[in-house]
């Protein structure tokens, strides 16, 4: 079983920035695909920024340029830099793991609230 804590949500505004934790519960780095996705009010759940365990990422086009994944190995966790923020981002973000062999593994943080407002 694995748990992630995701937090760093909070109210900014539009032009700010905000970092989101994803705390994992072991090193899983090598072994699960990591992401962030957001779900806005209405909305289907989208990715947002993706890790592979080759070390590649993935952007959403409505984010490329302005956020940033990263991952400390030493802390088992996974963060990610939202800069330029707009009203758009506005969603609860959560964290996702899926094991990189048995895809039904596939687990989910509780969410974050990210508000994009002045």
């Known amino acids: 079983q694995v748990q992630l804590v995701e937090s760093g949500g909070g109210l900014v505004q539009p032009g700010g920035s905000l970092r989101l934790s994803c705390a994992t519960s072991g090193s899983i780095f090598s072994i699960y695909d990591m992401a962030w996705y957001r779900q806005a009010p209405g909305k289907q759940r989208e990715l947002v920024a993706g890790?592979?365990?080759?070390?590649?990422?993935n952007y959403a086009n409505s984010v490329q340029g302005r956020f940033t994944i990263s991952r400390d190995n030493a802390k088992n966790t996974v963060y990610l830099q939202m800069n330029s923020l707009k009203p758009e981002d506005t969603a609860v973000y959560y964290c996702n793991a899926i094991n990189v062999v048995y895809r039904t593994l596939n687990y989910w943080g509780q969410g974050t609230q990210v508000t994009v407002s002045l």
């Open positions: 890790f592979t365990r080759g070390g590649t990422t």
